[in-house]
């Protein structure tokens, strides 16, 4: 059946806004974007739903996220205390790693579900999901999200990572869990001996999986493959046995190194803050998407990445939330937010909204389907419905102003509506 969906506002992101704008729906398809009353002239017969004072808008692609530590916070606290609060980026590991090993495995299924319908709330419609404990996948199966499940793999000693390697490959051979495809996370350049990165990186070469990485996040990481000293090598490797598996200095700063393992053109490279000018260039020749997540980044103190550098040579890039073990929120509406106020008017609201939307989508594999309202695409969108709605030339600033997540009222992927009935869990943010 037909449907007409209609707004105030309607914002296709690669074409420009429409006043009392509408979708024609079928299925699971767009088939026509244009005004309420071209479409209501086209479409007689077709049912509307107007959503009167509201935007219309893609869904939101969360491109880098951990969804097993959405209860983080509540572990956090009972474990260690409402205290302890890191002082450093590798203190914050060893909470972390702390508060795992203490956990039943079982809870990170109910950590993925409530942090679905935390994502669902914030108008999100796909993720970029790591999982680490991966018999947790099933709590995707029943999930409408779309995107891709990365499985984690880290390590140094051969045989567990040739294990490791071949027991994700079995799961990859399923292609989906759930709406979701399937790929492999080598976790970062400091938990992965060199041998293990190049192994994973080749198979997923070989194999065309998706891939994705942690990459120059902090200058603990800079130091440790530059010097292999540093708190990564005296607190990080002998709190979990490594002491004697410390590598010899690598010489290489991240990106470099990342380069000398022959990674390809595909694969995402999550975080980037460590970079300099003449690795942005090479960056930018080489294609691989940077996924940025300053919020994760501030909260650690580790800086934030180079925005306006990526930009303006075109490098590929796309917006996480990461963890709520590093975050206060799964919703992108708050990383712009956050962005929009530290980065000025070095990022236009315009290149925010898009890379939230389509940047995220391209950097999922969804490219051809989600983070844009066009003809073709399927019917995946969201509304927000703030109490006063601006003026048309005032709107794009007010979208990427703190306060909108909680205005999301809606939410449909594949022309059903997700929201309905949905419970948002209860959760203890993140400091």
Known sequence: MLQIFAARYLLPITAPLIEDGALAVEGEKIVAVGSQAELLARYPEAPLTDFGAAVLLPPFANAHTHLELSLYPRWRQHYLGAEAHPTSFVDWILQLIRVKRQLEPELYREAITAGIRLSLAA????????????????????????????????????????????????????????????????????????????????????????????????????????????????????????????????????????????????????????????????????????????????????????????????????????????????????????????????????TLLQLATQGGAKALGLGETMGALSTGFGAHFQILKPTLLPEKDRLLSFLCQSGRSAEVTALYLDGVERLQNAQTPSIIPAP
């Open 123 to 350: 108008g999100t419609g796909a993720v970029g999901d790591i999982l680490s404990w991966w018999p947790a996948q099933d709590a995707h199966e029943s999930s409408p999200l779309l995107g891709r499940l990365f499985f984690e793999t880290l390590g140094h000693d051969p045989e567990r990572c040739r294990r490791q390697l071949s027991q994700i490959s079995e799961r990859l051979i399923a292609g989906t869990v759930g709406r979701l495809s399937l790929g492999i996370s080598p976790h970062a350049p400091y938990t992965l001996s060199r041998a293990h990165l190049r192994t994973t990186l080749e198979h997923c070469r070989q194999q065309s999986h998706p891939w994705s990485l942690h990459l120059a996040e902090s200058l603990d990481e800079v130091t440790f493959l530059e010097e292999s000293r540093g708190a990564l090598a005296e607190r990080l490797y002998p709190a979990v046995g490594w002491q004697d598996l410390l590598p010899p200095p690598a010489r290489r700063r991240p990106f470099p190194y990342l380069w000398d393992q022959n990674p390809g053109e595909g694969g995402l490279l999550v975080h980037g803050v460590q970079i300099n000018a003449a690795e942005i260039a090479e960056l930018a020749a080489r294609g691989n998407t940077v996924v940025l997540c300053p919020r994760s980044n501030a909260t650690l103190g580790v800086g934030l990445p180079p925005l306006a550098a990526y930009l303006q040579v075109g490098v590929p890039l796309a917006f996480g939330t990461d963890s709520l073990a590093s975050n206060k929120s799964l919703s992108l509406w708050d990383e712009i937010a956050f962005v929009a106020a530290c980065y000025g008017e070095a990022v236009s609201p315009e």
